[in-house]
């Protein structure tokens, strides 16, 4: 055996070692993950053990701690991929999204949850809302908005009469590739996809595809099925749903804006504590007068609270009236935020909390 033959096995052997250490550290840590199940349910707590500030927590910590030579991101992907087993050895988490499997939805809640989750693939983002309000899933997984389509007002109108809170966000950098069994562009005949992602990428298309058929969907998952059984068919879709309908990538990565990102809200009937890098969502509807909107909003500067986001949707009230959505940064437990939602009740019509949650870790 040659030297450098020698070394490599050496080096092979301590990689072996470590993967058994690992492996022991994994399942003492997963030991540990049910005795705290155990000690909650001897204290009364029932349902899921899922706490999103406790989790956001760890992927700072670990990141924050993190000497490389593993990137951020990965050591990031590592450890919720750990804490989800070890959640799911607690109690099995259920979680609802806008389906069917492969859509954006579905991966957000899987960067967000693990895969060691039950997921329930619905229909509509309606659905989600009447799931875990039902206690049919834990939690949910809904759109919010599209850096470049903006808001989904869907999400928004739902949670004018939901009671559920808004537990944490993720952010999904969105990459659209065209998917087809076929092996050039000009064989193809019509693209399948939602209409979101017809128009982040109507510059690409108009450039390559102008003659070509667009077909509106339900989902670029339900677009990915169509096109596996239409071999002059494409979709636009992500790259889960390629792989899950057997799809080869003819070309990558057509959206218009190479920073195309989706933030999802994940919904639940929990309160989140505060990790000191949280956002709280509102909805406010303020008197339909001259300087009503402004005298809301004057609090914000006083108490020098930074407002990351306002939309607003028509009130079902009544014609000519609207709720507005408000995200500003911080927690409700923090004085200036507490001072600012005191001050804004007294001068709005309506003012309901959504939740305070952690932000979105990383772009992972």
Same mark, same amino acid.
């Given at each position: ?16 070692? !470590?993967?058994?250490?690992? !492996?022991?550290?994994?399942?003492? @840590? ?39 030579? !593993? ?8 450890? @919720? ?5 070890? !959640? ?137 099925? @169509? ?32 920073n195309n990102t989706t933030r999802f809200l994940v919904i ?18 303020? @008197?339909? *007068?001259?300087?009503?909107?402004? *005298? ?69």
């Open positions: 055996m040659t030297t450098s033959a020698k070394d490599l096995k050496q080096l092979r052997d301590r990689i072996d070692a !470590l993967d058994e250490k690992i !492996l022991r550290l994994f399942n003492e @840590r997963a030991a540990i993950a049910i005795d705290v199940a155990e000690a909650k349910r001897s204290q009364g707590e029932t349902g899921s053990f899922y706490r999103p500030e406790r989790e956001a927590d760890v992927l700072r910590h670990v990141v924050d701690n993190n000497r490389g030579p !593993l990137k951020d991101n990965d050591v990031a992907h590592l450890f @919720r991929a750990l804490m989800s087993a070890c !959640l799911s050895a607690e109690a099995p988490l259920t979680v609802g999204f806008l389906g069917p499997e492969g859509t954006y939805s579905h991966a957000a809640a899987l960067k967000h949850f693990g895969y060691a989750i039950k997921i329930i693939p619905l229909a509509s983002i309606d659905d989600v809302f009447r799931e875990v309000e039902a206690g049919a899933a834990n939690f949910g997984v809904v759109p919010i908005e599209n850096s470049t389509e903006g808001v989904i007002s869907n999400t928004l109108d739902n949670f004018v009469d939901s009671p559920l809170k808004v537990c944490g966000e993720v952010s999904l950098r969105i990459h659209h590739h065209l998917l087809t069994k076929s092996d050039s562009l000009q064989s193809i005949k019509r693209i399948y996809s939602h209409q979101q992602s017809l128009a982040q990428c109507r510059r690409w298309l108009a450039a390559n595809l102008p003659q070509v058929e667009q077909v509106n969907v339900s989902s670029n998952a339900e677009a990915a099925r @169509r096109a596996a059984e239409d071999a002059s068919a494409a979709a636009i879709a992500g790259e889960q749903a390629g792989e899950l309908y057997k799809l080869t990538s003819l070309v990558s990565n057509i959206e218009d804006d190479p639940g009937d929990i309160d989140t504590h505060a990790t000191g890098e949280d956002k709280t969502s509102i909805m406010v509807s303020s @008197r339909n *007068e001259a300087g009503a909107l402004y *005298e809301l909003l004057a609090p914000l500067a006083r108490h020098k609270v930074s407002m990351s986001k306002i939309e607003s949707r028509p009130s079902p009230r009544g014609m000519w009236e609207y709720v507005f959505f408000l995200d500003l940064e911080g927690h409700v437990s923090e004085p200036a935020i507490s001072g600012v939602l005191e001050e804004i009740s007294q001068q709005a019509v309506m003012l309901k909390l959504l939740g305070s949650y952690p932000k979105s870790v990383l772009d992972f």
